[in-house]
Nanobody, 122 residues
Framework: QVQLEESGGGLVQPGGSLRLSCAASGRAFSSYAMGWFRQAPGKEREFVAAVSWTGRNTYYADSVKGRFTISRDKAKNTMVLQMNSLKPEDTAVYYC???????????????WGQGTQVTVSS
């Protein structure tokens, strides 16, 4: 079982940047793919970005492509989501998760963090 904890959320103005981190502990973290999802009030949880267990392959939702960058540091057991050019529609609770293989749907992930709130507003 992998335990995950997100950090780095907060309030930012439109056009600003935030850096989310996901710290992992537990067995075999380095062999899992990892992803970020988000959920806004009244909406379903949606895919944001994912990275393979090697770190070489990444996938992004069209809505964040070119603005967000996902990366992982196996030595530090962490994953980072760098978010630039933030928009009000990026406002949501952001979750990190692990999966046996890289996936873009929540059902493909088996461990989840508690989430961190990101609010983009002037």
């Amino acid at each position: 079982q992998v335990q995950l904890e997100e950090s780095g959320g907060g309030l930012v103005q439109p056009g600003g940047s935030l850096r989310l981190s996901c710290a992992a502990s537990g067995r075999a973290f380095s062999s899992y793919a990892m992803g970020w999802f988000r959920q806004a009030p009244g909406k379903e949880r949606e895919f944001v970005a994912a990275v393979s267990w090697t770190g070489r392959n990444t996938y992004y939702a069209d809505s964040v492509k070119g603005r967000f960058t996902i990366s992982r540091d196996k030595a530090k057991n962490t994953m980072v989501l760098q978010m630039n050019s933030l928009k009000p529609e990026d406002t949501a609770v952001y979750y990190c998760a692990t999966a046996p293989i890289i996936a873009t749907v929540p059902g493909g992930y088996n461990s989840w963090g508690q989430g961190t709130q990101v609010t983009v507003s002037s």
